[in-house]
C-alpha cells in the first residue's frame, strides 16, 4: 500500500516570500502521478499542480512550482510571491497508474497548513 | 474541469438517522468517488461509483453503513446510516472526468455533524 507523509504540520511565511511545503512518498511502483491540493477555509479542494512520474522537468503552474525527485521519492512544492489567498491547507496526494479506464484513487498525505501573514 | 455541487452543504442530524448525499456534475463522467475528511484529518476514500453496476468499497467501508448510488452519469449519492457522533466529518464527492485520464476535482463537501 501507498503512504503519503507530510512532515510540517503548520507553515508561516510573510506576504510576497517564498515557502516549501514537502511530501514523501511510498510506493514500489515505477509510474504515478502526484499531486499537491489547496483546500481553503472554505473546504473546497482545489488542484495546483499534479506531476507525471515518467516526466523528468518538474511541474509548474504560475507561482507554483514543484522539486520532484524519483529516486528519493520526494514531491515538494514550492510557493513563490506568497499572496494572502494563498492561505490554506496543502495536501499532496499520490495516485497510481491506472490500469483500467476506470481510473485510481488518490492516497492523501496528512496536510501541511499554510499561514500567509501581510 | 468539471462543475461539481453537492447538497446539502452542511447539516445537523441525530445519532441513530440518516443522511443521503447528493452529488451532481455538469456533465457526463466516468467515475464518481466519495471521500471522508474527519475534523482536523486528511481524506480518506469511501468508495468508487460506477454507474451501472455495485460500487467498490475501500477496507473499513461497508456498503451496509454508506450504501452509494449511480443511477447515472452525472449524479450520485452517499448515505451515512445509523449515524453516530463519529461520522461527523466532511464528506467529499469527486470526479474523473475523462477515461484514461488521472485529474480528480472535487464538490464543496458536506459537513455533517451529529449529536
Known amino acids: 500500500a501507498q503512504t503519503v507523509t507530510q512532515s510540517q504540520p503548520e507553515m508561516s511565511v510573510q506576504e510576497a516570500e517564498t515557502v516549501t511545503l514537502s511530501c514523501t512518498y511510498d510506493t514500489s511502483e515505477n509510474n504515478y502521478y502526484l499531486f499537491w491540493y489547496k483546500q481553503p477555509p472554505s473546504r473546497q479542494m482545489i488542484l495546483v499542480i499534479r506531476?507525471?512520474?515518467?516526466?523528468?522537468q518538474n511541474a509548474t503552474e504560475n507561482r507554483f512550482s514543484v522539486n520532484f525527485q524519483k529516486a528519493a521519492k520526494s514531491f515538494s512544492l514550492k510557493i513563490s510571491d506568497s499572496q494572502l489567498g494563498d492561505t490554506a491547507m496543502y495536501f499532496c496526494a499520490f495516485m497510481g497508474f491506472m490500469i483500467k479506464a476506470a481510473g485510481n484513487k488518490l492516497t492523501f498525505g496528512g496536510g501541511t497548513r499554510v499561514l500567509v501573514k501581510p | 474541469s468539471a462543475v461539481i455541487s453537492q447538497k446539502p452543504s452542511r447539516d445537523i442530524c441525530q445519532r441513530g438517522t440518516s443522511l443521503t448525499i447528493q452529488c451532481q456534475v455538469d456533465?457526463?463522467?466516468?467515475?464518481m468517488f466519495w471521500y471522508r475528511q474527519q475534523p482536523g484529518q486528511s481524506l480518506t476514500l469511501i468508495a468508487t461509483a460506477n454507474q451501472g453496476s455495485e460500487a467498490t468499497y475501500e477496507s473499513g467501508f461497508v456498503i451496509d453503513k454508506f450504501p452509494i448510488s449511480r443511477p447515472n452519469l452525472t449524479f450520485s449519492t452517499l448515505t451515512v446510516s445509523n449515524m453516530s457522533p463519529e461520522d461527523s466529518s466532511i464528506y467529499l464527492c469527486?470526479?474523473?472526468?475523462?477515461?484514461?485520464?488521472?485529474?480528480?476535482?472535487f464538490g464543496p463537501g458536506t459537513r455533517l455533524t451529529v449529536t
Open positions: 469527486s470526479v474523473q472526468p475523462r477515461q484514461w485520464t488521472y485529474e480528480q476535482y
Open positions: 456533465s457526463q463522467v466516468t467515475m
Open positions: 506531476q507525471e512520474a515518467y516526466k523528468q
